[in-house]
C-alpha cells in the first residue's frame, strides 16, 4: 500500500471514529506499527490530526478532511447524484458550481453530455473552484469564469473580498451547490466561514438552487451556514437517504430528487 493509500485510509477511519490506535490501524491496513506512527507523526505535522499517546485524534469540531483525501468517499452514490443533478441543467444556461467533491461530479458529468458536445457556448459555468475549472477549461463549447481570490488549501476554493467583483456582475440561472451539512430547520452550511460566504453570493445571483448531497451530509450543520432551507430548490440525494429525512425536506417546500 503506498504512503497516499494509507493517509487516506487513515484520515477516512480517523473522521468516522475520532480515534485511533496504532496498532488497531496497524492491524486494519496489514502493515508495521512504525509505518503507522511515522503516518500518524507526518499527519500531525500537516495539522491533519492531533497525535496522542499511543495513537491520534481528530482536531475536533471544526476538522475538515481535505479535498484530495475525500474523492473516494461515497464515490458511487455522488456520480449518481451528479448525473441527476447535470441532467436538470438546460442548454445555454449560466450554472454556477461551488467546490467539492459531488459538485467536481457534476462537472465531470457535463462534460460527457452529448448534448453539451457543442454550441457558443453550450453552457457557462462560473465557479470558484480552481480543479473544476481546470477540467472544464479543456472543453471549448463551454465558457468557464473563475472567480478571484485567495486559493483554500483543503478544497481548492478560491475565497474573500476579490471574488465579490466578479460576482457581484453577473446574474445565473442555477446555481449547483455542496454542502458539508443540510438540516431542514438550520439550512445549508460549511465548515469554513469564507467558503460559505462566496457559496452564500452564488446562490443569491441564481434564479434557482440545487443542493447535491449525499445521505451522510443530510440532518448534519457545521459551523458556517451558507443559505436558509426556503432557499433552496432541489435536493438531489441519494436513495440511502431516510424517507423521513426526505419527507421532512419535501415538507419544507424542495423538491426531493432520490437516486
Same mark, same amino acid.
Given at each position: +500500500? ?35 506512527? #511515522?503516518?500518524?507523526? =507526518?499527519?500531525?505535522?500537516? =495539522? +491533519?490530526?492531533?497525535?496522542? #499517546? ?8 471544526? %476538522?475538515?478532511?481535505?479535498?484530495? %483525501? ?34 467536481? /461530479?457534476? *462537472? ?23 480543479? &473544476? ?22 478544497? %481548492?476554493?478560491? &475565497? ?32 469554513? /466561514? ?31 451556514? &451558507?443559505? *436558509? ?31
Amino acid at each position: +500500500m503506498s504512503r497516499d493509500a494509507r493517509w487516506k485510509a487513515l484520515l477516512e477511519l480517523l473522521v468516522e471514529r475520532g480515534r485511533l490506535d496504532v496498532e488497531d490501524a496497524a492491524t486494519e491496513l496489514g502493515v508495521s506499527a512504525a509505518t503507522i506512527r #511515522r503516518d500518524f507523526d =507526518q499527519l500531525a505535522e500537516q =495539522q +491533519m490530526l492531533v497525535r496522542t #499517546r499511543g495513537g491520534a485524534v481528530v482536531h475536533g469540531v471544526s %476538522y475538515e478532511l481535505p479535498l484530495r %483525501y475525500k474523492t473516494a468517499r461515497h464515490a458511487s452514490e455522488k456520480q449518481r447524484i451528479a448525473k441527476a443533478v447535470a441532467d436538470l441543467l438546460a442548454p445555454g444556461e449560466a450554472v454556477g458550481l461551488t467546490g467539492g467533491t459531488t459538485t467536481t /461530479e457534476v *462537472a465531470r458529468a457535463l462534460a460527457v453530455r452529448g448534448d453539451l458536445s457543442s454550441g457558443s457556448p453550450a453552457l457557462t459555468v462560473v465557479t470558484n473552484a480552481l480543479n &473544476i475549472a481546470n477540467e472544464l477549461a479543456v472543453r471549448p463549447q463551454f465558457k468557464i469564469v473563475v472567480t478571484g481570490g485567495v486559493a483554500r488549501a483543503q478544497s %481548492y476554493e478560491l &475565497i474573500g473580498p476579490l471574488a465579490d467583483g466578479v460576482l457581484g456582475q453577473i446574474t445565473l440561472d442555477v446555481a449547483v451547490l455542496g454542502v458539508v451539512g443540510f438540516d431542514p430547520v438550520h439550512g445549508t452550511s460549511a465548515h469554513d /466561514e469564507a467558503e460559505a460566504a462566496i457559496n452564500r453570493t452564488l446562490c443569491e445571483r441564481a434564479e434557482r438552487v440545487v443542493v447535491a448531497a449525499d445521505a451522510s451530509k443530510l440532518g448534519r450543520r457545521a459551523f458556517a451556514r &451558507i443559505c *436558509a432551507t426556503e432557499s433552496v430548490d432541489t435536493l438531489v440525494t441519494d436513495s440511502s437517504a431516510a424517507p423521513e429525512t426526505v419527507r421532512r425536506f419535501e415538507e419544507a417546500g424542495l423538491r426531493v430528487v432520490v437516486v
